[in-house]
């Protein structure tokens, strides 16, 4: 039965529409992560508006198509987990292109990499231009960067990398095409940090071989940081490209710090950090950030096809829910998280008779020693506290034995260096780590180590009695 | 207040636990598409136990996260869209590899592969032995193959491109840092067929510097899908590799002979396709198929990094809903739908004095003359028709002049060949279209024509009398 | 970075926004079931739409509740699984009124009632003035109609009750504070029937006494639905309120017909049905319609309090899904069903031996004998058959003893009567049974069947042989 | 391709499932809240797990449904929204009964039951024997409870009903079929308090007459929660049960001590709580409690059919995800709270020439003088709060006008009381306010009145130069 509608709530009806219609229209016209955070209602109202303007979401008529790709999904389900927005970013041969049949998702792509720049901006990068979020992982993405750059450089061959012993940077260099010119870090008391002499000697000598000079802002202690300012400065006076692998550096703001004094000083043509690391989304992107506005555009060209639409929407959807207001909170808490890690890991290193390598650039990872587990053990260790439920904890033994990747032979792997060392354990404080975590990580660290001690100690006993 | 369970109910509560494990354990060992598709409850069951494989979900435990990356997702409802499967496939390096923090994604990437490989060989491609389902776009799938062909072919710099007038596809060469050389089609009545003559002759030429042969078998007409046996004979011949776009070829029955026979008589790599235009699954995937083990295994380990786990759950997903009953549905509707297309069309075309072209392999898309439009009327015809909602019909008219794409020059882009035509209306019957929409898309098609015919009369009337 | 979004996307933009306010303002104009069904997305922007008027969902201003209720909930889940309308329907006293901090919620209430109304108009009865849904069973509904006709009726102790064997339906009574009249149906060949007669004789006798005649339509056979065009002729003679039990009964056409006709010939006062198994919603609503406007409305006053919106939302979002067109499919092939399930009842009857009831104007529920299996045993053929994933299906036999319902005393209760029979079993076909579950509703009923009397055999042999 | 899983993935994959059950048997078997809260992954495979038990969702076998209701559920998006669980809660004639067909929809009832016990024991009611959560706002709860005591007492006609100016608690008594004697509340210095001595006396003259006394321990200043105590003891001396509607006071821990008191001097037959106003889920249920296992027995026969299971579900999700933990904190906060509301109330009614009520056995609600405002213009003020946002702040104006409620008529409806008064502006404090609320409440509160006052003023000007 109908209830007494009358005037007064018709007024306020068309208010209601009029908000939503601002909101939305609002947030087009300025292309910016908002003030304050929006509620799960507004993040549900901005998908439904979104999804309309896909052709085959339209209200007004029923859309028929007759291509190849129509944004069918079958399954009631897959449907859902895609808010209806199922037609993917870009165009054949341009990922910033925008897509007629689906207006919607390219708007979503524009918004993404619009808030993308607006929270590099917040961080502290004010000097970037443009940039591009790519459904892709960290090493495509700095291999889509390199690809666009082989018609620049037509002579290129090589990359000048700056050794860190993770497989994707490297296999990134051989998957654009190119060939790595290894330069392994040099040792500053516990740090190891970039050999600034070397590089600068290598693109002296190579010039116009080498595609682009590959620095890393984010890795495990005890190396450090890249110094990026230095090597900026040397690709400026040689005129060489630089690509800065910020993995999960936007956590720093000191790298931060570095980056924007790098492209200052010198010459930095791209700068690509993953979206999971950094802004707490799900793995399956990057973001590519430029201090050109054109050098990103060359980039999007060079990706051949049409792209996954989800890293798009999770960091748009992650950032409406933050707003500006609550955006740089966890990056506050990480750095706070992070010293406080550190004190404890200094004081639990110091009971049991190890230290904690002093790496002051690292502000994401440490190192304490393992010079009181035998090498034979500590991968033992490592797997224990895995099965405590710690994940990321890694203990990185010394060896002289020889590692393969793609055909290139390193001594040492893991530890970013072929100098030998005691064993190590590295523990990392990532965005999004609480108080609550970090407390029982040492719970759990300290009584973990304690048995595993007792436990080689029975073990020594056993074999001394057997070997008697 | 406690109702007054008791024995029986307790019997039947633990038959349901069995029940649902056997379900899912049996799956998990077969790794095959249930013979009949799985409701909505039973997809949000397998959802459920999946993600509570990955350490971050873990029931019995509190994780704690020490390393860079933990899966940790800020926004609930980014959370929930990811069913709690947020760390992505793969390991640094090599998408085939398990992830220790993330055992539940790993496994939902194995089943993604397993499950392509069954429905490849329910489709017909019985010899595929290895699949791998990578969140990349077609174009970035093929490059990704070239590029891990790149070590067996040190010499290879050119990649031979049998003309197909879509940018992703020859973007994707530049990509993976090759260099096409271009064999245009030849005229076969009305059909654009292979070159094979020329291939033949280029490889006999250059040998060692081809790192591949790439074939297209899913294209507008009248481009005939690629000769692939007689391509992949001659590859045989010379030890070359042949890379098969077959980009939404699954749907056609023939094109999946034609791909097995090339393979039984001579050589055939790799064969890519699309998730999306497959498999009715949102954009942002595509399959690679190979007829050895260990194609696959280089073409996994050259992928830089972790990856989205969207388009391996998409596919997962909509398997298990549809079932292996169901599965060949749609692929028998399209080609029902295809052939009533086609007739529809050609007594459209009678009835407007334009003909269909006779393309007997292309079993997907059809191309009618627009003989009576001026040229220069014809792409405004196209816009005609989006704006009524047709999507995916695409007007093509014939030029002389070039368009440049990654330095390389077309004449007659968008035709697949510098010869020049009349312009046509491409339309295509993809997997998913329904008979209604079929309906509609003619209705619509009519009164369009109809009313873009009226109004170039009115036009040349009004130029007829202001000219006399 | 920002695409070139341009005029055209701008005005296209306009049109979306344009042409989902038309859509939801013309429904909520209109109050009526869509011609056509909705997508899942329109459901999605209807739900964010309706939602957007709770003022919890404020997006001009943040709310601010001083209230000591203000639609607060706390879980992430639940908040959406009550797609953020958390406010409930009504206001203390009235279910009807328009609760000021929930507009939406207020709003789904009156478009459910309006499409309660509508659908049955489509269903045939067309003369119904005035809906409301309640979330509330169909006993309660009925309690709550008797409630509210109370002060009408100051001297009413009693209703006169057509037995029904039912729990439910009795208890309705005693619950709204009244004493049942039970009334016997008497046997017409196979049928149970109304006993007019006697309906007549006590309302002749009780007048004033008697709060209303409350007649049921829809039950399992052999009870047939009540006579409601003779009793409607009583109460209009003698002026009693009749109050009809149309639980599942929308799905027959002839007692939609009875029931339109029992209005026009006499008096019906309201028609209470069951939300879920009409409409195919989950329990927990019913929907009371009545054939004059003022009905409803003190009906709705009766309620003492503010009720869930739950029932409401399902089923709109049911009608919107389904569209007018779809909406009689379902009750149109129960009708094909039922009687398709009767000629297989028949022949599977002749088959072992028994005989299927004749109750013509009982178009929903079936009887079979069961006089080939002794008494005793037939409960134990019941319970296999629901161990065989047969539900609803349910062996009435026949008993001598009395069982207590709120005081009343029944011999033979489940039989709808107290003449004695040989037991029989009662199957129904419900809106929405498929093909498929009719016919393996047959297949395991067979199976059962010879396997239960292979077993009785079994056991005979035993007995008697241990008998020698 | 198959990645290599092997035996510890295995072995990891059956302690996944191993760790599940258990966590889902034990939570069964305790039928406790537990001590931590449930992450949403959990959640879901807790409603995973439960909705397998309903016939229609089994694994092992597809269903067939043969009877009327059958939980068939035609749109899929209303299935999601019950995630699978459409069976309703109960069986005709009693909501405690275990549904065959619905298992899981039976244990989550009780699980409700047993959560909302071991809830209110964590609150401190340690004599709560039994509780049931109804589908029912509280007037039908309370009105269930009198029903369900009808028999008990045959010649009871009328409710002890100690004025309370809310509709639905009269109604309540009138829907259950009986009528009340309403007691007026006598003033304590600022605060309405309990009229004891007349419940004794009238108790006293009509004995069995009354069904019960209905008190009420929630409610608007400056009405103050009933005393409960004494009243207790009263029924206790006389033997007439005593009904206590608590509908929001688990929020006041003096009104639940004051319950546990006068369940330990007297007697106390039936406490009705809402779940919404207590438990932050949305509006739709209620929970029972009795410090009698067979009080709420008969209270769930009383409910004539089968009822909705969302308000029970939404109870269990929302006390899982808090845990006992967390369950206790939005209590304790709602202290702090009030006292904090109080305090700044205070303060800004001595700006502005006010006073708040002294009514210090109500925790909730506050009310203050607005003895500056023309009572004519008292209504005006309370609309433009709303306009600004506030919600539940509400103005109670005197009055000597008659307002008629189901036939009774009251004097000044609104006020508690029959007396008059200056006008008074009521704000509450209920749990789930945050502090951010809190300090805009005050910053609009101000706001509106400056602007308000001065309006009075300008109008007061134009009047006064108009009417020289």
């Known amino acids: 039965?109908?209830?007494?509608?009358?005037?007064?709530?018709?007024?306020?009806?068309?208010?209601?529409?009029?908000?939503?219609?601002?909101?939305?229209?609002?947030?087009?016209?300025?292309?910016?992560?908002?003030?304050?955070?929006?509620?799960?209602?507004?993040?549900?109202?901005?998908?439904?508006?979104?999804?309309?303007?896909?052709?085959?979401?339209?209200?007004?008529?029923?859309?028929?198509?007759?291509?190849?790709?129509?944004?069918?999904?079958?399954?009631?389900?897959?449907?859902?987990?895609?808010?209806?927005?199922?037609?993917?970013?870009?165009?054949?041969?341009?990922?910033?292109?925008?897509?007629?049949?689906?207006l919607g998702s390219s708007m979503l792509a524009c918004l993404s990499n619009e808030f993308a720049k607006h929270a590099l901006h917040l961080l502290g990068l004010h000097a970037v231009k443009s940039c591009i979020v790519v459904p892709l992982c960290t090493g495509m993405s700095l291999s889509l960067c390199m690809t666009s750059w082989r018609r620049r450089r037509p002579k290129a061959k090589y990359v000048v990398w700056l050794r860190i012993d993770q497989k994707s940077s490297l296999k990134s260099i051989y998957h654009a095409g190119f060939e790595p010119i290894i330069v392994e870090p040099i040792r500053d008391?516990?740090?190891?940090?970039?050999?600034?002499?070397?590089?600068?000697?290598?693109?002296?000598?190579?010039?116009?071989?080498?595609?682009?000079?590959?620095?890393?802002?984010?890795?495990?202690?005890?190396?450090?940081?890249?110094?990026?300012?230095?090597?900026?400065?040397?690709?400026?006076?040689?005129?060489?490209?630089?690509?800065?692998?910020?993995?999960?550096?936007?956590?720093?703001?000191?790298?931060?710090?570095?980056?924007?004094?790098?492209?200052?000083?010198?010459?930095?043509?791209?700068?690509?950090?993953?979206l999971d690391k950094n802004f707490q989304v799900p793995v399956g992107g990057?973001?590519?950030?430029?201090?050109?506005?054109?050098?990103?555009?060359?980039?999007?060209?060079?990706?051949?096809?049409?792209?996954?639409?989800?890293?798009?929407?999770?960091?748009?959807?992650?950032?409406?829910?933050?707003?500006?207001?609550?955006?740089?909170?966890?990056?506050?808490?990480?750095?706070?998280?992070?010293?406080?890690?550190?004190?404890?890991?200094?004081?639990?290193?110091?009971?049991?008779g190890e230290c904690v390598y002093e790496v002051p650039e690292n502000e994401i990872s440490s190192a304490m020693t393992l010079s009181t587990i035998p090498p034979a053990k500590q991968t033992l260790f490592g797997s224990i506290l895995f099965a405590k439920g710690i994940t990321g904890a890694r203990v990185v033994t010394s060896s002289q034995s020889k590692t393969t990747i793609e055909g290139c032979e390193f001594i040492n792997f893991g530890s970013h260096t072929t100098e030998q060392h005691g064993g190590y354990l590295n523990i990392a404080c990532s965005v999004g780590m609480t108080d609550h975590e970090l407390e029982e990580l040492f719970t759990r660290l300290t009584s973990s180590y304690a048995k595993f001690v007792r436990e080689l100690a029975k073990e020594d006993e056993r074999i001394n009695s057997s070997g008697r």
């Open 1 to 102: 039965m109908k209830a007494n509608f009358g005037k007064k709530e018709g007024e306020y009806s068309r208010l209601v529409s009029k908000s939503s219609n601002k909101l939305l229209n609002s947030l087009w016209e300025k292309k910016q992560i908002p003030e304050e955070g929006w509620s799960e209602h507004t993040l549900d109202l901005f998908l439904s508006w979104l999804s309309s303007h896909d052709t085959n979401n339209r209200v007004d008529m029923i859309p028929v198509g007759a291509g190849e790709r129509e944004g069918r999904v079958l399954t009631p389900l897959v449907q859902r987990l895609h808010s209806n927005l199922t037609h993917g970013i870009g165009r054949s041969g341009n990922l910033l292109e925008i897509q007629p049949k689906a």
């Open 286 to 352: 990057a973001v590519i950030a430029a201090f050109k506005q054109n050098h990103i555009q060359s980039i999007a060209q060079s990706y051949p096809g049409r792209a996954s639409s989800v890293p798009s929407r999770d960091l748009v959807l992650t950032l409406l829910y933050q707003g500006q207001s609550a955006f740089l909170e966890p990056f506050g808490k990480q750095k706070q998280m992070f010293l406080k890690m550190r004190r404890k890991l200094i004081s639990f290193a110091e009971n049991i």
């Open 189 to 274: 008391r516990d740090s190891l940090i970039t050999d600034v002499e070397t590089v600068n000697r290598i693109i002296e000598q190579r010039g116009e071989e080498i595609l682009c000079v590959m620095t890393t802002t984010s890795c495990f202690a005890p190396r450090s940081p890249d110094n990026v300012e230095a090597i900026s400065a040397i690709c400026a006076a040689h005129d060489v490209p630089h690509l800065v692998n910020n993995a999960y550096g936007l956590q720093s703001e000191e790298t931060i710090r570095k980056i924007a004094a790098a492209h200052e000083c010198g010459r930095v043509d791209a700068v690509v950090q993953s």
